[in-house]
């Protein structure tokens, strides 16, 4: 016998024969039953709900001609079991959003933690060994006290310069020329 096509085999299933589809936006889903779920929670909703059921409640009993839901008011707790159907998957479904963020949220912040741990401990292996190697260096004050040592080991070994005579005491060596300073002209001259 021939090989069955794919449309006869049963093991694959059949295409889908709906030519129209509808494509729902997963996202776009999430946020609006988030923000239902969200409103649902508020204070606003709750002060919404309670007129509505305190005016529904007082139509059905005090106005007899516009009675449209009589005392055990069966169609009150129909609307209510139908908001119930609808918000419980919502408000579950939002809870899930909620929890994949979060798990996302822990997810990068064991990351973070992880890597601060590793920068942490990093920069305490740097530290040790900027500590170790500071202990080999020479220290600010050791070098002053090794270039004050040399300096009087310099000024030990220098020989002291004459001190040069004041201005009026050379003043006093420039007028009163001795004999031997004289040109050998002058002498001559003052002697015949």
């Known amino acids: 016998m021939s090989e069955p096509t794919t449309r006869q085999r049963l093991?694959?299933?059949?295409?889908?024969?709906?030519r129209f589809t509808i494509n729902i936006d997963p996202e776009a889903a999430?946020?609006?039953s988030e923000s239902f779920a969200?409103?649902?929670?508020?204070?606003?909703?709750?002060?919404i709900q309670t007129v509505f059921v305190i005016v529904w409640?007082?139509?059905?009993?005090?106005?007899?001609?516009w009675r449209f839901d009589p005392y055990p008011f069966i169609l009150l707790n129909l609307a209510f079991s139908t908001q119930a159907a609808y918000a419980?998957?919502?408000?579950?479904?939002?809870?899930?959003?909620?929890?994949?963020?979060?798990?996302?949220?822990?997810?990068?912040?064991?990351?973070?933690a992880q890597q601060t741990k590793a920068d942490t401990e990093y920069l305490a292996r740097e530290l040790a060994a900027l500590r170790l190697a500071v202990g080999?260096?020479?220290?600010?004050?050791?070098?002053?006290?090794?270039?004050?040592?040399?300096?009087?080991?310099?000024a030990a070994l220098q020989p002291e310069k004459p001190s040069k005579p004041s201005?009026?005491?050379?003043?006093?060596?420039?007028?009163?020329?001795?004999?031997?300073?004289?040109?050998a002209g002058e002498s001559i001259e003052n002697v015949s």
């Open 11 to 18: 093991d694959t299933p059949r295409s889908s024969r709906r």
């Open 30 to 32: 999430g946020r609006v």
């Open 38 to 47: 969200r409103f649902l929670g508020t204070g606003r909703y709750l002060l």
């Open 57 to 65: 409640i007082a139509v059905n009993l005090v106005a007899i001609s």
């Open 88 to 112: 419980a998957p919502l408000i579950l479904l939002a809870q899930n959003r909620q929890e994949n963020r979060d798990r996302v949220a822990l997810d990068e912040d064991r990351r973070r």
């Open 136 to 154: 080999e260096v020479a220290t600010r004050d050791y070098l002053r006290r090794e270039l004050e040592e040399l300096r009087e080991l310099v």
């Open 167 to 183: 201005k009026s005491k050379r003043h006093k060596a420039e007028n009163s020329e001795s004999p031997a300073e004289q040109p």
